[in-house]
């Protein structure tokens, strides 16, 4: 789980801004931001370089592990 819409909310960056930064559609971001697939590792240190945010501030600990 990330927390990539909650940030970029926060900041008030759009995700179309955030996927030409990363060179992505914004169909990619956006599965990202609504947590339906999860960025690659690669590519999540590239986020937070690009949002100046700890890669640590992206990611949620998944609540419904049994």
Known sequence: MNRLKE?????????????EKLGKSFKMVNGYACNRQQPPLETLYKIAEILQVSVKDLLVEDKKKI
């Open 7 to 19: 940030i970029l909310h926060e900041k008030g960056i759009k995700q179309t801004w955030l996927a």
